[in-house]
């Protein structure tokens, strides 16, 4: 089933995800919704407060970003197999800092320069509850990285400058409104009735 994204502006999109237990109710169900409605929207990644949950989840499939040419080979490598689920996963990083421009599902046709670590680790269990230890560099960290924000109540606007944050301001603001137009379903806090 296809949930309706939430967009910006959206109060779960700033709260902390809570931690769940395997015996979470309908989880296949539910981690099923969320590649439908990743896939629906071509994202590359979904985490569940976008759709109005807000647990330590996220789903991630950056395949489609293996068929870049300025790519090393180990993020290749890393990328063409990469889809998974992380369920309440705790992330370290390390590295310099790089800036890629990010976009998110929750803030249809705003693309910015964001400056994150290259490197992390990440703990995490999967769908099956089967915990995992991992690293990733590059592309394939930076979209964990992104997603995990998610789970922390964190949007990748939130780390713009003051001036970035005040020249996008009215953009953000239609959003919330949903005064865009945007090819997938969306739910905006601020949406008048009339709609
Ligand atoms: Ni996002």
């Known amino acids: 089933m296809i ?9 779960v999109l700033k709260k902390e995800g ?30 569940a407060p976008q759709v109005g949950v807000g647990i ?11 068929e870049g040419e300025e790519l090393r ?13 992380f369920i309440n996963p705790k992330l ?6 790089w800036a890629f421009n990010e976009g998110c599902l929750s803030i249809p046709e705003v693309r910015e320069d964001i400056y994150r670590q290259e490197e992390i680790h990440i703990t995490y269990f999967d769908e099956n509850f089967k915990e995992h230890k991992e ?7 930076r979209v964990i990285q992104h ?7 964190i949007l990748f606007t939130d780390k713009l400058s003051p001036l970035k ?3 996008i301001k009215g953009k953000l603001n239609n959003i919330a409104k949903g005064n865009i137009q945007v090819d997938y379903k969306m739910r905006f806090p601020l949406a008048s009735k009339k709609r």
């Open 73 to 85: 080979d180990e993020e290749r490598e890393q990328l063409i197999e990469f889809k998974k689920v």
């Open 92 to 97: 370290e990083e390390s590295g310099e800092e």
């Open 3 to 11: 949930l309706p994204i939430e967009a910006y502006g959206t109060p």
């Open 135 to 141: 690293f990733f560099t590059g592309l394939p960290a």
């Open 165 to 167: 944050k005040k020249l």
């Open 18 to 47: 809570k931690n769940i237990t395997q015996d979470y109710p309908e989880l296949d169900q539910f981690i099923a919704n969320m590649w439908e409605t990743m896939y629906e929207a071509n994202g590359v990644g979904l985490a």
């Open 56 to 66: 330590r989840l996220f789903v991630v499939d950056a395949s489609p970003f293996a």
């Open 147 to 153: 997603e995990y924000d998610h789970i922390e109540g």
